[in-house]
């Protein structure tokens, strides 16, 4: 495992690339047979690895640069071609038919976050939360504890969630972002200890 999280060299490190196709097959996959319950558990890996494979890159590729300049380049790397290619997707489908649902893409594409695109949504905004993980993990400085924080950290999101109207649009953002964010930061704290 060193290997794929060596930070020793500038070097692209293709170990990383190759777990990444793997995350995005079990995610066409699931996706071309999302009815299957034997292709459901065996994807199920998928997000969870592509969000700790951000994690890993990110902490082997964080500059240092302004917090404005960083969350301007995740924009338009990530939020950008999403809202391009919905709107797209709408206006193509809104020309062909009539189809209600067409029109509310088209229309609702800039804050739609249902579909395939939610995904884009949690990346997006654990984007935004890596430079604050970045700082929490150098200023605690113990995997051990980390590690110990974010089982607490997830304890508690479990039993909240026990007790929250999960109605509330603000709180599935919340419950998407807290365990995704715990694999990010996993990620990152891989390439700090080595492995």
Known sequence: MKTIISSATKTRDNSIDILRSFALIAIILIHCHPDSNFVCQLTEFNVPMMVFLSGVSYALSSKNESYGSYCWKRFKRLILPAWIFIWGYGCVLSFLSSNFMAKFLLFNSIFYTYWFVWIIRVFF???LLAPLFKKYINFINSSKKIATQLTLVYVC????????????LLWNIFAQIIPYSIFFILGMVTVKTGG
């Open 125 to 127: 905004l654990i984007a």
């Open 157 to 168: 999101y479990e039993i909240t969630l026990r007790y929250i109207n999960t109605d509330f």
